[in-house]
Each structure stands twice: as structure tokens, then as C-alpha cells.
């Protein structure tokens, strides 16, 4: 069974770092695309950042961009996400998202992981 | 950068009802890189549709996308209860995965 575990959420002041995990398990974790997408409470999705397979290229949004970095750990079967310089508006519940092989398309995605940026 | 204008914003509808959802491209698609997620309360999105037409793994044959250039359409040919949530457009290009604002289809 296909299973994406996000952790690494919490409290955070603004202008302080966070890492987020992303567990996989149930597939050929480094065959695959990962993404991370997010959600601000009340508002639609996100996308943020994704990395390609191997030693994949990463891309991320203009939003983010230059503070997020996207990595993975193929060993390990996790994606992670560095968030650095948090601002307020960065305060949404993160997911991990796993792209299809046969289609371009998210088809697993794990539960999601708050992050809330306040002092 | 490519916007994505979902519409509208919320339906009310009953079930057994048909439904068309819109997702506008602010320039034309040069891939068929869109895809469909429904998305119900407290849940991650699920994914509907992929490269505009072709429905997921396990996904009811009522719900259809299609479209092309800058309009594109997720039908459900008939509501039923569990179909009411909100759904999101999104077109992948290979530096990026922009998002709908996506649209509420609540029960009437």
C-alpha cells in the first residue's frame, strides 16, 4: 500500500526555519516525481515546489523561491522541504504529493503536516 | 506564468443533477498537462482526471474532462452524494504546477 507520511510542522516565529519530512513507502520511492503542495486555512491549493527523479531538478514558486528548498533522500525513501525566513503567509497545512509514472498527474498524497508562522 | 480561473466559485445543485465545471487558461495550453482534483473536507485531493481527458485509477465513468487551448470542462454526468466537494484544476509544465482557485459544488 502506497503510504506518504508528512511531519515536521509546528509553531514557528516569523523569520525562522522549519524542515519538513515526507515518509513514502509502498513503491520504488526514487522512481517517481515529488511535490510539495500547500494549503492556507480556508483557501484553495498551492502548488510550491517539485523535484525530479535521481538527481532531479527542482523547481519551485516565485512565492517561495530562494527561502524553500526541495531535497530527497532516495535511501531513505523521503522528501523533505527546508523552509527558511518564514513569513505569515507561509502558514498553511504542507502536503507531499507523489507523481504518477504512467500520467502526469498527483495520484498519492499524504495527510499534510500545519505549519503556522506567529509570534 | 499561466493563470487559472475556475468558474464559479460555488454550485448549488441536487443530487442527480449534471454538473460542468470551467477552468480558463489566461493563454493557451501548449501540453494536454491538466488535471482535475476533488477535494472533500478535512482530506487530501484526490486525482480525477489527468492530461485533460482520461479519468484516474478507480474513478467513477460520470466524471469527464475535456477541452482545449484556454477552456476546459470537468462534467459529472450525475450528482451523487458523495460527489459534493470542491474541485481544482491544475496545469503542469515542467517548472511548475499552477492551481485553480477551484470551485464548491455544496448540495442544495
Not at chain 1, 25 to 33: D, E, L, R, V, W
Not at chain 2, 3 to 19: D, F, H, K, M
Not at chain 2, 39 to 56: G, H, T
Not at chain 2, 84 to 102: D, K, L, P
Request: a neutral charge; proline letters at 4%.
Amino acid at each position: 500500500e502506497v503510504q506518504l507520511v508528512e511531519s515536521g510542522g509546528g509553531l514557528v516565529q516569523p523569520g525562522g526555519s522549519l524542515r519538513l519530512s515526507c515518509a513514502a513507502s509502498g513503491f520504488t520511492f526514487g522512481s517517481h516525481i515529488m511535490s510539495w503542495v500547500r494549503q492556507a486555512p480556508g483557501k484553495g491549493l498551492e502548488w510550491v515546489s517539485s523535484i525530479g527523479t535521481g538527481r532531479g531538478v527542482s523547481y519551485s514558486a516565485d512565492s517561495v523561491r530562494g527561502r524553500f528548498s526541495i531535497f530527497r533522500d532516495d535511501p531513505k525513501n523521503t522528501l523533505y522541504l527546508q523552509m527558511n525566513s518564514l513569513k505569515a503567509e507561509d502558514t498553511a497545512l504542507y502536503y507531499c504529493a507523489r507523481r504518477s509514472r504512467v500520467a502526469v498527474g498527483d495520484d498519492y498524497w499524504g495527510q499534510g503536516t500545519l505549519v503556522i508562522v506567529s509570534s | 506564468e499561466i493563470v487559472l480561473t475556475q468558474s464559479p466559485g460555488t454550485l448549488s445543485l441536487s443530487p442527480g443533477e449534471r454538473v460542468t465545471l470551467s477552468c480558463r487558461a489566461s493563454q493557451g495550453l501548449t501540453n494536454n498537462y491538466l488535471a482535475w482534483y476533488q477535494q472533500k473536507p478535512a482530506q487530501a485531493p484526490r486525482l480525477l482526471i489527468y492530461e485533460v481527458s482520461n479519468r484516474a485509477t478507480g474513478i467513477p465513468d460520470r466524471f469527464s474532462g475535456s477541452g482545449s487551448g484556454t477552456d476546459y470542462t470537468l462534467t459529472i454526468s450525475r450528482l451523487e452524494p458523495e460527489d459534493f466537494a470542491v474541485y481544482y484544476c491544475q496545469h503542469y509544465i515542467t517548472s511548475s504546477g499552477t492551481f485553480g482557485g477551484g470551485t464548491q459544488v455544496e448540495i442544495k
